[in-house]
């Protein structure tokens, strides 16, 4: 009841205040699709790449005329499909029906001149247009309409969700909001296709794939793009020996370790993305953290990459992720809130440091819902069990096997409404008994909680000067610098695993329980149950609290600490 007032307060004084756009409404998912049922992340996967490598990326004036710009492509045959948006100047995404046409326009682009510097000569589908001669008239409409690439500001969202009328509604206008469109999910694709040129001079039957958030229905615009250099094709798992007669190998160089590979291709590819990847800039290569990776921002698309390799757990937990949120849509909807909750009161921040993760409140989220009455979702052993001969996956030793079919899994007949849901989810972890007892979406239970040890930081705890060990709770924070027992990040390690070698513990991706309170900055932590205790509205939350990095406010203080 004081959830409601607290809202109703909120939504009262939020009323009429217009929210002026001059953007082209976003499309979201396409319902035709939805027909037969929810694809499989393969499936939508397949698409997008093979959508992506029609496309190409196009840099032009806010004054490109757009029927102009059509027509003069259309050259090069039939464009499916195209958008503008706005990323340190106007771009275009423009889908060709046929890769012919890409190969027709690219034959026809011309090397740029710049007379006082140099060109590193490497072509890419990320191109220039140039309107050289033709002026057009100062009256001129120009047709195109730019498509939002990032989450409305915090006070734009407010004016949206105080415009609805139940809970229920702000819940799903959040989610609305949030969640990445069609245009923003085809231009992450393109951007790992155009990324895969660039590895594919070295490693031709390579492929990148988009991984994480990008992909798994919980990614809210603006979201980093973590992307998967898969070399399956080439490593030789997946080729059969014939088992007599002649036959030839490739004659490969060795190294020590899988790891110690992984880190010599990230550091070639590192190298050429910073060296010849044009737009791709503030390259880091990170390659001794416990999931090598490098990490730049591709200035073009906005979006901050982290490159990985070798990280087929990590692709699996995507695609769990995606499985439980296409399931029921209360899920997305849900995590989204929780997400956005916990954003605004700093218990996560974009900024490396001191933070539970998306990751781990979307497994909290994920755990609450299985202990529903009767359930939302199913237990991940409930998916194994439903799991065909071709679903079988074992990892670095991880049992990842769960169905992928969707019509084997069973739903109960659950209606309670997202709003007695958010309520829930705060009475469940506000009196969650953390020190004693942990999560596990396996089995759908708490457990007690086994003695935790310090992974990231097994040696006796050192003074905080001293620590400076990798931190192997997370792939893109090298150094976390806590001690023993600060580490928020420890949460991650018990969660899930998914970095394969050099991970030398065998606690598996999400097959381990979630040990949350001994792990998590115990303040950080004290904040996070006192605020499910509150059990706030939801908009009043938002409202009432700076986010963190929102408001350019650029600290690093993590929770807790500052
Ligand atoms: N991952 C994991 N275990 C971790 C961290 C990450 O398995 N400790 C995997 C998950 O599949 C996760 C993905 O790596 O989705 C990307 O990690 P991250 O970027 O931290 O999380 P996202 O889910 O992408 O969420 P965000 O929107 O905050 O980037
Ligand atoms: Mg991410």
Redesign the pocket.
């Known amino acids: 009841v004081k959830c409601l007032q607290r809202l109703d307060t909120f939504l009262l004084r939020s009323i009429g205040t217009n929210v002026v756009a001059a953007q082209a409404e976003p499309t979201r998912k396409d319902e035709s699709d939805e027909k037969d049922g929810p694809k499989s992340l393969y499936a939508v996967q397949t698409e997008r790449q093979e959508q992506a490598e029609r496309s190409v990326l196009i840099s032009c004036n806010s004054r490109t005329n757009e029927k102009k710009f059509l027509k003069y492509l259309s050259r090069h045959g039939d464009i499916k499909k195209h958008f503008f948006y706005e990323s340190y100047g106007m771009y275009a995404v423009v889908e060709f029906a046929n890769r012919e046409s890409v190969t027709s326009l690219l034959e026809g682009a011309a090397i740029p001149h710049i007379s006082h510097e140099s060109m590193v000569p490497f072509k890419s589908r990320l191109l220039s247009l140039n309107n050289l001669g033709t002026v057009d008239s100062p009256n001129q409409q120009f047709g195109q309409q730019c498509q939002p690439q990032t989450a409305p500001p915090i006070n734009e969202l407010i004016q949206r969700l105080s415009k609805e009328e139940s809970i229920d509604q702000q819940i799903t206008s959040l989610t609305e909001a949030y969640q990445l469109t069609e245009e923003n999910s085809r231009l992450r694709f393109l951007v790992c296709s155009l990324l895969k040129d660039i590895a594919a001079a070295y490693f031709p039957e390579c492929t990148i794939r988009p ?4 992909v ?1 229905g ?3 615009l603006g ?2 793009l ?1 992307m998967f250099l898969d070399l399956d094709g080439i490593s030789g798992r997946n080729v059969k020996m014939p088992k007599s007669g002649l036959s030839l190998e490739y004659q490969m160089k060795r190294a020590n370790s899988e790891r110690a590979v992984t880190q010599s291709i990230l550091s070639v590819i590192g190298e050429c993305v910073d060296q010849f990847g044009a737009g791709c800039v503030g390259v880091q290569k990170i390659l001794n953290a416990r999931c090598p990776l490098v990490r730049f921002a591709h200035q073009p698309s906005g979006f901050q990459c ?1 490159l990985t390799a070798n ?1 087929r ?3 699996k ?2 695609e769990l ?1 995606y499985l439980y949120g296409e399931l029921d849509q209360r899920v997305r909807c849900l995590v989204f809130t929780v997400r956005c909750w916990a954003r605004a009161h700093g218990i ?1 921040s974009s900024i490396p440091g001191a933070w539970i ?3 781990s409140l ?1 497994v909290m989220v994920l755990f609450f819902l299985q202990k529903r009455s009767p359930p939302i979702i199913p237990t991940l052993d409930q998916l194994r069990d439903l799991a065909g001969p071709a679903d079988k996956s074992v990892i670095e030793g991880n049992d990842c096997t769960f169905v992928s079919d969707f019509s084997k899994i069973p739903l109960h007949r659950n209606t309670e409404t997202l709003e007695q849901l958010l309520h829930g989810f705060f009475e469940f972890y506000g009196t969650f008994a953390f020190s004693s007892m942990s999560i596990n979406i396996r089995k759908g239970k708490e457990q007690n909680k086994p003695g935790v040890v310090s992974l990231a930081h097994p040696e006796p705890v050192k003074p905080l000067s001293e620590c400076q060990q990798e931190c192997q ?4 924070r090298p150094l976390c610098g806590f001690v023993s027992g600060e580490c928020p990040h420890f949460v ?2 018990e ?4 970095r394969g070698p050099g991970n030398n513990t065998s606690t598996p ?2 097959l381990k329980p979630l040990n949350v309170s001994k792990n998590v900055n115990a303040t950080q932590l004290d904040r996070f149950v006192a605020l499910c205790q509150e059990r706030p509205g939801l908009a009043q939350q938002i409202e009432t609290n700076t986010p963190r990095g929102l408001r350019g406010n650029n600290t690093s203080t993590p929770v807790g600490t500052g």
């Open positions: 991984f994480g958030s990008s798994n919980f990614g809210k979201c980093d973590d982290d990280n757990v990590a692709m937990s995507t992720l996560t993760t998306n990751f979307t709770c997370h792939p893109t991650q390690i969660t899930n695993t998914p991706n999400l």
